[in-house]
């Protein structure tokens, strides 16, 4: 009786996902992931330092501003990059927090 009641539980919590939910990194139908409209996927900060901060810049190069700081290992959705508007020589990957549009550098993201 035990062993019927947990597998019947297994099956209700395997098959109470939608169809269509999202499984594995992207940016599907039903996550929240800026104005893109779900083209891109996910990538995780990697500054060197453990408890690091990246400046996220309002376009692709060290001359925008910045209007907020993401930390060391946070995911971030990601979209298209572009070379840096600075002559840095620097990609920049163009990212989606909290449904606002930011920048940061290519070489501080690993997917």
Known sequence: ????????????????????????????PYDNCGAAGGRGHYGQICTRDRNGR??????????YGYWTQV??????????????HDGGGYRWQQVYINGREGWVRSDYVCD
């Open 71 to 84: 930390r060391n290992g946070q995911t971030v959705a990601l979209y298209r990059s572009a070379m840096g």
């Open 1 to 28: 009786m035990l062993k019927t009641l947990m597998a019947s539980i297994i099956l209700v919590g395997t098959t109470a996902l939608p169809m269509q939910a999202q499984q594995g990194p992207g940016c599907g």
């Open 54 to 63: 990246l400046n996220v810049r309002n376009g692709p190069g060290t001359n």
